[in-house]
């Protein structure tokens, strides 16, 4: 009876709405969600295990994380509706912003901001499950996807600049492989830890009232 009551508040108390906005604009500055995504790019300049460990799977999930625990926030239609406007247009920018980018790190970095746009759309449709459950598997293949980048990075002399980097896969065979490995999880390959994730959220998406945002 005490959760029915304080959910009951929850929607209609003022107070606890501006609360919950407030949380919600943590998490927003917290997981880089556009106006607030100029930071994460600018932080690459980190040694790369700190990026691996920061920015795959700590540090910018927290926000989400942070959501998946106050998702009752979001049962106020306004925030939801908000959140899911911010985060794909997150999602798009950081897309469309990673193919004018040239340095390594900051283009990992763009797909790290994409993929939190995409599990703070999830949060907004209500999924928590779901967003919790793309966070796990994104840890894992971006984590892999930044050491493979530091290796790189440390065999071409610490350039970071893609137009100087050609026939890796000649020079480092196993370093490569598993980059590419990373990469087609994170595009969401049948079978790979990225596709799991996505497939269940494409499925689930198409099934509820907002199934128009999946074409997108």
């Keep these: 009876w005490n959760y029915i009551f304080y959910l009951d ?6 107070e606890m709405m501006i609360i919950g906005g407030l949380i919600m604009l943590a998490a927003m500055t ?28 700590t540090l910018v999930t927290a926000g989400v994380y942070l959501l998946i625990r106050f998702n009752d926030v ?10 899911l406007l911010v985060s794909g247009l997150t999602m798009f920018m950081a897309g ?6 040239f340095d390594l790190k900051k283009i990992i ?9 995409l599990m703070m759309s999830i949060l907004s449709m209500g999924f928590y499950k779901l967003a919790f459950f793309h966070l796990l598997t994104h840890a894992l293949f971006k984590a892999l996807l930044f050491m493979c980048a530091g290796s790189i990075i440390h065999n071409m002399k610490n350039s970071q600049d893609i137009r100087m980097m050609g026939s890796l896969s000649m020079s480092m065979p196993l370093t490569c492989s598993c980059f590419n490995v990373a990469n087609l999880a994170l595009c969401g390959m049948p079978f790979l830890a990225g ?15 907002v199934n128009v945002f999946s074409f997108f």
């Excluded at 970095?109 to 746009?117: E, F, N, P, R």
């Design 195 to 209: 596709f799991y994730s996505k497939d269940l959220i494409l499925e689930m998406v198409m099934l509820s009232y």
């Design 9 to 14: 508040m929850m929607k209609n108390n003022i």
């Design 74 to 83: 979001l049962m106020n239609w306004w925030m939801a509706q908000f959140l």
């Design 96 to 101: 469309l912003g990673a193919n004018f980018e």
């Design 30 to 57: 917290k997981s880089a969600q556009i106006p607030f995504s100029s930071w994460l790019p600018a932080a690459m300049a980190a040694p790369t295990p700190v990026s691996a460990l920061v920015h795959s799977s």
């Design 109 to 117: 970095a763009l797909s790290t901001l994409s993929q939190l746009g």
